[in-house]
């Protein structure tokens, strides 16, 4: 009876041990462009073994056993990296669906194939003005050779 127990509580246990690792808790991290998203989660889990023998009349000895393992992963916070500024955001006490649907605005924003109208209207103003600059230059190398 002791083995069988034994035998279980060691099969759940090891398992578990293949399961419970530090990504889980801290996730694979995901790229894009220049941001770092780590998902980082909550890992409740639990156990039961359990095990029961018998004589039966003829002197023979019938044994069982039995467990379970159960685990629930619950996302808690995301770590954002972007640019060497880091920020975590909390999403555990929330509805994480909403959180995610809230912080997504921000989030964009710091995504850089979201900012090319904002970077291609820089540029052109950044053009506009060293050709402007260009043309008064010009201008005055033109007036001081007249002199």
Do not use: C, R
Request: hydrophobic share 35%; glycine share 10%; aromatic share 4%.
């Amino acid at each position: 009876m002791g083995n069988n127990f034994t035998t279980a509580v060691q099969s759940l246990f090891n398992e578990m041990e293949k399961f419970v690792s530090s990504k889980t808790v801290v996730g694979d991290p995901i790229h894009i462009g220049e941001t770092i998203i780590l998902p980082l989660v909550d890992v409740t889990f639990g156990v039961g073994a359990g095990s029961s023998g018998s004589e039966v009349d003829k002197g023979e000895n019938k044994d069982a056993g039995g467990g379970g393992l159960g685990a629930k992963i619950t996302p808690s916070a995301v770590i954002v990296i972007h640019q060497g500024e880091t920020q975590l955001i909390n999403i555990k006490n929330q509805d994480s669906l909403n959180k995610l649907i809230d912080m997504a605005p921000g989030l964009l924003s710091k995504l850089p194939w979201m900012n090319s109208d904002k970077k291609d209207k820089k540029k052109a103003e950044e053009k506009e003005l060293a050709e402007a600059v260009k043309k008064d230059l010009e201008e005055y190398y033109e007036e001081t050779e007249e002199i």
